[in-house]
């Protein structure tokens, strides 16, 4: 009779025990380190942005943050991986807006969500696109390429680093809200494209500033318009397609975090502030800047409301221009 009290005792104070244990395992994330996906090539822009906040995170968590390069399929092969992993804020996708936005409007059967296999956990960049053109193709504005383009409706035609791709997108929104003709001209990247535009075979292309900026500069190629909502530091004299007669006209591309879906809230909270602590860090900004990026970080809430706002527009295009994944 005496020992049913001392039983009870001991199973209330296990569970006890193992109610504070698991509450400290909560609290103790990251206790391991954490997977940074890089759904690129190692070297290029967006894996130098993912080295830089992988740096930053691991300051600001206190455990390391380890880039994995896992390019292909225009990030797919990364974001996939990403979306099968465990949520619990150990793996987590450098995505593009090609991730969420673009790839879910013209590929069937994406292994992934947009909405539904990821946990936002903030933004980070945006990088710009140019339109751009041959020197010695006798446009110096846009508005001189609208003129030449309606009165010779197949003289045009421009390049791009690929079908689908946020540049290929851009162009064609260029096309509709100017109501002009030119054949899309696909490349395997934006070095063939912009050196096929350099060489004359393609008389404009659409691509990023950081591809397009040391060309530029050379006085290789001739920018027209940014595609971007406001000039670009980088391009002061060059004006958006918004100012060069066409209101409200918005493309680039962006960066942003991601988890899997289903992250506990306090895991998630925790790599919210962190992520927006680096990437509105002085010294983050700057590299972005030095790497063509314009700095916009921006939380979960942000980034899922992009996403939201984007996607129909994305999908419009992609259906209007008869835009598909080969």
Known sequence: MNALPRILSTLFAGVLAVGASGAHAQGAFPDRPIKLIVPFAAGGATDVLGRLLAVGLSD?????????????????????????????????????????????????????????SFTPIGLVADMSLVLVANPNAGVATLKDLVTQAKASPDKFSYGSFGTGSSVHFGGEMLKSATGIRMVH??????????????????PVAVDTIVATLPLIRAGKIKPLAVLSAQRLPALPNVPTVAESGYPGFEMGTWFAVLAPAGLPPAVASKLETALTEVASAPQTKARMVELGLSPAPGNGAALRARIDKELPLMRAVAARADIRAD
């Not at 455990?63 to 390019?71: A, H």
């Not at 879910?104 to 992934?112: D, E, H, K, S, Y």
């Open 60 to 116: 600001k968590l206190g455990q390391s943050v380890v880039v994995e390069n896992k390019p292909g399929a225009s990030t797919v092969v990364g974001a996939a991986l990403t979306a099968k992993s465990p949520p619990d804020g150990y793996t987590l996708l450098l995505a593009s807006s090609t991730t969420v936005t673009l790839n879910p409007a013209i590929r069937q059967n994406l292994p992934f969500d947009p909405h539904k």
């Open 185 to 202: 001209v696909p490349f395997n990247g934006s070095a063939p494209s912009l050196t096929a535009l350099a060489g004359g075979q393609v």
